[in-house]
């Protein structure tokens, strides 16, 4: 149940930052899963995979979505600057797991805090 | 201990943050690039996006409806200029703003704050920035401004276009950024007139610099007076003209007595300068032809136009369609300034190719001492003005370059840049450039032109870069003038280095506009200019710099032959590809290669050149085989004579002049290698040549043209390939009408049917948006390559409710 709930936090933490990004910074997110960890008292290991998994879980639907509606024109490109191939997926996967990263430890930091004070 | 994981939890957190939040090396921020919310997913255009916008602002006057069609070309519907100039600088933006920018940027030498002081071993510091500082395009824009302000009409422009750009980038959030400023971790800035200056003076720079002058000088001391006139010649016996051959002139105006001669001419000690800077691409011309309705099958002129320009993505051009109760204007802008630059009203049309006239020459500058502070002038010590470049570098301190200013210009070139010697020595650039000119008032009045009269003062104040502007009406005029302010030049003035302690070395005056080559509704019933010379030596004043030939000979025998010609003629001539060179050429190497002395696969290769029809079709191996043997037996040729001892690079003499001197006289002095003992006749240079080419084409696996050749339309940032386009199987080179070569040719393609409706066919390599994620990046790069058009579609004032529109912006007075 924690970590459904500090997964699902995160997850409208991330998509909020999404809807508000004119005004708000790329990292905000992570603030986003930070909050969501301190709001859940868990293992550190748990928090992080809460936090991973929601940031991810959002960054990769939105990524898709992104794709797809521009039918692979642009993460085509973007995949062969980076020099991974031509298969746009692999961007949203990269994206997922960049975001995640973050998220992960981002949330285990608010777990930490929680439980440290 | 609780603490120990809170602090690793933060630290790896925060760290993280902020790693992906920095350019690491080449890498953009990782996390921030890679984000749905500010990364490049946010330029991922949905293809069935909708560019419908409903645009309040207090700058506007009235209302302003935007059409975009299909191919998302806007049909601005305004009712004054000052809402034209707005919308215009609104959608540039909108749609092309990085280019904008980036290219300004390049042109005021402040690369260095995006890329940092060097890129892998380039030292963009030098080789870019202190270079256009130093060469005064900042100074020259400068300049332009002054007297740009003084035109009402063009300050009102500029002021509007300046706050349409900034009114988009105002409702701009960084999230939105075009992705190039994403890769490059950096924000776009506020636009002003100095940055549409700024593009005026790096078209300037691409289309009228000519930096061969130390070069020539390195070869003049190689080979001499003599040599050099022979391999310099004023005039080619295939020359073709723009202005007929034996035309007589009635001039106001005679050329000045020079003020020394080749022969005396004062060039520097040998072994004193070498530079090796990037120049424009020599053939930045074009081609642009009118023919009369006297030749056409519906009576009325077709004025078709191609200019050549790097090949690059986004285009150059932007086009669209500006309409207001005074005039209705349709043809290419460049995002960067206001006005149509190339293209048509309800009356007239006009196009333009470049003039190719030398107006950058170079002094040497005497100093008195090492602190540069005086230079000697006419016998008297003068004193140096100062001008400060601060160049800001990004994560390093400024660079402040002081350049020196005199008489003459800036000191481009002395101790501190570009000179490796160690005597100090030190040139100015004399840049016609740098005097104030008002460019946009030609085009701004060329876009309301109704008649010849209206073209004429239009271009009359165009100052720079020399253009051929040819026009046609509606009415059956068809014209042509080579304009610019001239200097008057005595013969080979400006080709080499010049004294610049002398004030007799200067410019001595204008040519007096009037005086200007032109042609007004001639009895050949067509103009056409191909960056050839404009006249044969009838015009007495020295016109300097590099002319083209070939492209003349083959679009005026064409136009010659051609009657009731109609535009699709016109789609066939601009695309046409055939080889007049290597007609001329050919037979000369077919007469002079010993087919005994041949390696097998020269043998193959000969039989291909024996059988080829002289087109550069994009699947002919002959014209792959020909350009490859004749590069090899003009290198060869030359190399010997040319090559200095100390390597310091010379100019190399044209085509054509190799071709007509071994036409003439098969033992050319040139032939024979100096550096062997033996003497080499032309019958074993062009063996050799060939069987040189075939052992490097023995690796090549497709020697058809176009796979060889393999044109590209390159993203303005070379590197990032997956943004070009490559391997476009496209026909056509240099010295073709068709003059595609890897990545640089036709840039636009227009042809204009005078008619009561005006039909007009258009096509360019790229798409109307900048932006590589979206769909309308490169659309149009397929049909031109493939030689297409398509018609462009002049919108009137009730087309609102067309099925052509498939987008309306809306603008209005807040």
């Known amino acids: ?117 | 201990m609780r603490v120990v994981p809170l602090l690793i939890a933060s630290v790896a957190t925060v760290g993280l943050i902020v790693a992906m939040n920095s350019s690491i090396g080449p890498l953009p921020p990782l996390g921030k690039i890679l984000s749905p919310s500010h990364g490049f997913w946010k330029n991922a255009e949905p293809v069935d996006m909708s560019y419908a916008l409903d645009i309040k602002s207090d700058m506007l006057q009235d209302k302003v409806e935007v059409y975009l069609d299909e191919r998302v070309v806007p049909h601005i519907f305004a009712q004054n200029d000052h809402d034209v100039a707005f919308v215009q600088g609104y959608l540039h933006a909108r749609f092309r703003l990085w280019q904008m920018e980036f290219q300004t940027h390049a042109a005021a030498g402040r690369l260095c704050e995006i890329f940092g002081e060097k890129v892998g071993e380039n030292s963009v510091l030098e080789l870019r920035d202190r270079k256009f500082r130093r060469m005064g395009m900042v100074y020259g824009a400068e300049q332009a401004l002054t007297k740009m302000k003084d035109d009402p009409e063009v300050e009102a422009a500029m002021n509007a276009y300046t706050a349409g750009v900034n009114a988009y980038l105002e409702q701009l959030s960084a999230d939105n950024y075009p992705v190039e400023y994403k890769l490059l971790n950096y924000a776009p800035e506020k636009w002003t007139n100095l940055k549409t200056a700024l593009f005026l003076k790096y078209m300037s720079y691409d289309l009228a610099a000519d930096l061969d002058d130390f070069e020539t000088t390195n070869l003049f001391q190689q080979v001499g007076a003599a040599n050099y006139k022979l391999m310099f010649p004023v005039n080619h016996d295939s020359l073709d003209p723009i202005l007929p051959k034996g035309t007589p002139f009635a001039l106001s105006s005679t050329p000045p007595v020079a003020a020394t001669t080749l022969d005396s001419m004062h060039t520097p000690a040998a072994g004193s300068v070498a530079y090796q800077l990037e120049k424009p691409d020599p053939d930045n011309g074009s081609n642009n032809w009118v023919v009369a309705g006297s030749k056409t099958q519906s009576g009325r002129p077709i004025l078709c136009n191609d200019p050549h320009l790097g090949l690059n993505l986004p285009s150059l051009w932007f086009e669209m369609q500006v309409h207001t109760p005074s005039y209705n204007a349709y043809g290419v802008s460049f995002p960067g300034t206001p006005a149509v630059i190339i293209g048509f009203n309800d009356s007239i049309s006009w196009g333009v190719t470049n003039a190719m006239r030398d107006v950058m020459d170079f002094y040497e500058v005497q100093f008195k001492d090492s602190t540069m502070n005086e230079y000697l002038y006419n016998g008297v010590w003068e004193k140096t003005k100062w001008r400060q470049e601060t160049i800001r570098i990004r994560g390093k301190a400024d660079y402040v370059d002081k350049i020196a200013m005199t008489h003459w210009g800036p000191v481009m070139f002395d101790a501190t840049y570009g000179s490796t010697a160690s005597d100090g020595r030190a040139y100015a650039i004399r840049w016609k450039a740098h005097d104030p000119s008002n460019e946009l008032h030609t085009f701004y009045r060329l876009n309301r032109a109704k008649n010849y009269s209206d073209y004429l003062d239009a271009i009359s104040t165009f100052s720079c870069p020399g253009q051929n502007f040819i026009f046609a009406s509606k009415s059956n005029d068809i014209a042509w003038w080579q304009q610019a302010d001239f200097p008057a030049k005595w013969r080979y003035q400006g080709d080499l280095l010049m004294n610049g302690t002398d004030s007799t070395n200067k410019w001595l005056f204008q040519i007096p506009q009037p005086d200007n080559i032109h042609m007004l509704n001639p009895e050949q019933g067509f103009v056409a200019t191909a960056n050839q010379l404009p006249a044969d030596t009838l015009y007495p004043f020295y016109l300097g710099g590099r002319h083209d030939m070939y492209r003349g000979v083959i679009i005026n025998r064409k136009l010659r032959a051609m009657n009731g010609i109609t535009p699709m003629d016109m789609q066939a001539m601009q695309t046409d590809n055939y080889n007049v060179f290597a007609e001329m050429a050919r037979p000369l190497l077919l007469n002079y290669v010993q087919e005994e002395k041949l390696e097998s696969y020269a043998k193959l290769l000969l039989d291909d050149v024996r059988r080829w029809n002289l087109r550069a079709d994009p699947d002919e191996k002959g014209q792959t085989i020909f350009t490859g043997w004749w590069r090899a037996l003009s290198d060869t040729i030359w190399k010997d004579n040319l090559v200095r001892p100390d390597k310091k690079p010379v100019v190399w003499p044209q085509d054509p002049t190799l071709l007509e001197a071994l036409l003439r006289d098969s033992a050319f002095y040139a032939v024979d290698n100096i550096a062997t003992p033996q003497k080499e006749t032309l019958l074993e240079m062009v063996t050799a040549s060939l069987n040189h080419t075939a052992e490097k084409l023995k690796t090549v696996p497709n020697l058809a043209w176009g796979a060889y050749k393999a044109t590209r339309v390159n993203h303005l940032l070379k590197t990032i390939t997956p943004f070009s386009r490559l391997n476009l199987n496209v026909g056509g080179g240099d010295k073709i009408i068709n003059a595609t070569k890897e990545d640089h040719g036709p840039s636009w393609r227009m042809i204009v049917h005078m008619t009561n409706e005006t039909e007009a066919y258009i096509v360019y390599p790229g798409g109307q948006s900048g932006n590589p994620g979206s769909k309308y990046y490169d659309t149009f790069v397929e049909s031109w390559a493939k030689g297409q058009y398509y018609k462009a579609w002049l919108m009137k004032s009730g087309d609102g409710q067309s099925d052509k529109v498939k987008w309306k912006m809306t603008f209005s007075k807040s």
């Open chain 1, 1 to 117: 149940m924690k970590f459904v709930a500090s997964f699902v936090l995160t997850a409208l933490f991330t998509y909020a930052t999404f809807l508000f990004s004119q005004a708000l910074p790329w990292w905000a997110f992570a603030v986003g899963a930070f909050v969501a960890g301190v709001s859940v008292s868990q293992k550190a290991f748990v928090a992080w995979l809460a936090g991973f998994a929601g940031v991810a879980l959002v960054w990769l639907v939105l990524t898709y979505m992104a794709n797809d509606a521009n039918e692979g024109v642009l993460a085509k490109r973007m995949v062969q600057v980076f020099k991974m191939g031509t298969s746009p997926v692999v961007m949203v996967l990269m994206s997922a797991l960049v975001g995640g990263l973050v998220g992960g430890f981002a949330c285990m930091t608010g777990t930490a805090l929680r439980r440290r004070v």
